[in-house]
T-cell receptor
C-alpha cells in the first residue's frame, strides 16, 4: 500500500481556487513534490518544497507544508479548465525513489 | 528529442509471453528510473540505475522482472512469463545525477496489456 494519501476527486468552477490535500507518513522526507498528469502525457513536475520550509509560492501555485501533521497541500488560484488533470503528491527521503500518492482528479467546470 | 522517450507506446501481449520495454533518457542524464502505474493508482518505483549499474532494484515485484542499461544510456525493462496482473503503464524517468535534489523527468510511458 501507499504511504502517501490523497482524496480521489475534486470539482471546482473556473475562476475559483482549488486546494488539493495530501498526507504522508515519513517525517524524514527531504523534498515533497506535486506532479500533474494529463491524459496521454507524462508526469509533469509542477512544484516542490524542501522539508525545512512551510510555504512556497510560484505564480498561481501555493504549497503549504505542515510537518507536525505530515500534511501537504497545493492551492491553485484562479483555476482554469486547462488545470483539469490528475495531481500527485510525492515524497523522497531515502535513496532516490519517489513515493507517490494515489492521485487527485481535478475537474474544472466552465 | 529533448525529452525522455519510450517505445512502444502500447504493447498488447498474451499471458505467458516475454516483453521488452525501451527507455531513451535525456542525453547526459546518468540516473534512470522505472516506475509502474496501475489503473487508478500512483506510480510505484521499480528500479533505479546510476550509470550502467542497478543502484536500487528493491521495487521489482519478482524475478520475472529484469532491467538492463548496458552502456549507461538506453535501458530495457524485460518481463518474462507475463501475467494479467502485469498490465499497467510503465514509466521511465531520468535525472542529471540522481539524488533528491535532481528533478526526475518522465517519459510518456508504455501501456502494457496482457490478455
Amino acid at each position: 500500500g501507499e504511504d502517501v494519501e490523497q482524496s480521489l476527486f475534486l470539482s471546482v468552477r473556473e475562476g475559483d481556487s482549488s486546494v488539493i490535500n495530501c498526507t504522508y507518513t515519513d517525517s524524514s522526507s527531504t523534498y515533497l513534490y506535486w506532479y500533474k498528469q494529463e491524459p496521454g502525457a507524462g508526469l509533469q513536475l509542477l512544484t516542490y518544497i524542501f522539508s525545512n520550509m512551510d510555504m512556497k509560492q510560484d505564480q498561481r501555485l501555493t504549497v503549504l507544508l505542515n510537518k507536525k501533521d505530515k500534511h501537504l497541500s497545493l492551492r491553485i488560484a484562479d483555476t482554469q479548465t486547462g488545470d483539469s488533470a490528475i495531481y500527485f503528491c510525492a515524497e523522497i527521503f531515502a535513496g532516490n525513489m519517489l513515493t507517490f500518492g494515489g492521485g487527485t482528479r481535478l475537474m474544472v467546470k466552465p | 528529442g529533448a525529452g525522455v522517450s519510450q517505445t512502444p507506446s502500447n504493447k498488447v501481449t498474451e499471458k505467458g509471453k516475454y516483453v521488452e520495454l525501451r527507455c531513451d533518457p535525456i542525453s547526459g542524464h546518468t540516473a534512470l528510473y522505472w516506475y509502474r502505474q496501475s489503473l487508478g493508482q500512483g506510480p510505484e518505483f521499480l528500479i533505479y540505475f546510476q550509470g550502467t549499474g542497478a543502484a536500487d532494484d528493491s521495487g521489482l515485484p519478482n524475478d520475472r522482472f529484469f532491467a538492463v542499461r548496458p552502456e549507461g544510456s538506453v535501458s530495457t525493462l524485460k518481463i518474462q512469463r507475463t501475467e494479467r496482473g502485469d498490465s499497467a503503464v510503465y514509466l521511465c524517468a531520468s535525472s542529471f545525477t540522481g539524488g533528491w535534489d535532481n528533478e526526475q523527468f518522465f517519459g510518456p510511458g508504455t501501456r502494457l496489456t496482457v490478455l
